[in-house]
Every structure is written in structure tokens, then in C-alpha cells.
């Protein structure tokens, strides 16, 4: 592959291998690094990669480097908690000219439970709907990742959407939760 190929997949990918090893490790500095070591990798097995897949072979390298790292740090580092994603998504998604104070901060705090639900649930579950619901993947694709059935990554979801809802509806049991 030569360098103006590999150019054109880092900057087409870089973003979702940084925004997705971000969420995982809480941590910029963590994901920064996590990200470069994705692409040396990417760099060193590119002939072996599909052209068709890579995105989805970024984002494996990408989960299994971050597991591996959050075991490492388990025994010493507390996990940090990781809301500036969530507030560029929620400031790209308030940019109209009638910005409401109260709006705000219901949002905030239905972020900040949703943030504290998604951090109960186990890794896998929490990995597979980021996946799904935050990345856009297929179920099939999900699988492939993790080397999972395909069953196996559908009863991630349907389990995991469930804690979510309740832990949500325990939070907010005036609000009608879907």
C-alpha cells in the first residue's frame, strides 16, 4: 500500500478509532496512544487486511488493545469518567438559535445517568451497544469483531437496552422511558 493509500484510511478512520477506544478508557492521553498504536499495527499488517473491512479491523485492533489496557490499569487506576464526547454530541445536536437553559439541563442529567448506567453494565454488553447504537454496525459485524455469534451480540443488546431502560426509569419515574 503506499503512503497516499494509507493517508486516505487515516484520515477517513482516525476519528471513530479515537472517539471509540475514548469511550472505552475514559482517558484522552490513554485513547491518543491506544489510536497510534491501532495504526502502527494497521501500518505493519496492511497486506493482510481486506480492503473492504478495514474500518471494522481498526475497530477490533482498537477493542482488544483498550481491554487489554484497562486490565492493566484495574489494579492501580480508578476509571475516569468520560463525558466531553457526549457534550460535542449534545452541543452539535443544540446549535439552533433558541437554546433553552432548563432543556439543557434535563439533558445533562439524562447524560450523566445514561453515562452512569452504561458504566454498570460488563464491558462486553457495553462494548457491543456502543457498537451498534453509537458506531452504526450490524449485528453481523459486531459478531466478526469479537469472534461472537451473532445471537450472542442480539442478546447483548436486548439485555444490555433493558438494564439501561430500568436504571433509567428508576432515575426518572416521571418520564415515560422507551
Not at 438559535?97 to 439543557?104: G, R, S, V
Not at 453509537?134 to 436486548?158: C, N, P, R, W
Request: aromatic share 8%; glycine share 2%; proline share 2%.
Amino acid at each position: 500500500m503506499k503512503t497516499k493509500q494509507f493517508d486516505n484510511i487515516l484520515q477517513d478512520h482516525k476519528d471513530r478509532v479515537y472517539s471509540y477506544s475514548l469511550y472505552l478508557l475514559k482517558n484522552r492521553e490513554d485513547a491518543e496512544d491506544v489510536t497510534q498504536e491501532v495504526f502502527v499495527r494497521f501500518w505493519e499488517n496492511q497486506e493482510k487486511v481486506n480492503r473492504k473491512k478495514v474500518l471494522s479491523w481498526l475497530l477490533t485492533v482498537t477493542h482488544h488493545r483498550c481491554i487489554d489496557l484497562l486490565r492493566q490499569k484495574r489494579a492501580s487506576v480508578s476509571r475516569q469518567r468520560m463525558t466531553c464526547l457526549m457534550e460535542v454530541d449534545h452541543l452539535a445536536a443544540n446549535t439552533d438559535c433558541c437554546w433553552n437553559p432548563e432543556k439543557h439541563l434535563e439533558d445533562s442529567e439524562t447524560r450523566e445517568k445514561l453515562i452512569n448506567a452504561m458504566d454498570k453494565l460488563p464491558d462486553k454488553t457495553r462494548s457491543i451497544l456502543l457498537l451498534h447504537y453509537y458506531q452504526g454496525f450490524k449485528y453481523e459485524d459486531i459478531s466478526k469483531m469479537l469472534d461472537s455469534k451473532v445471537s450472542t451480540v442480539k442478546v447483548a443488546v436486548h439485555r444490555g437496552k433493558r438494564i439501561l431502560k430500568d436504571a433509567l426509569t428508576q432515575s426518572f419515574p416521571e418520564r415515560t422511558v422507551i
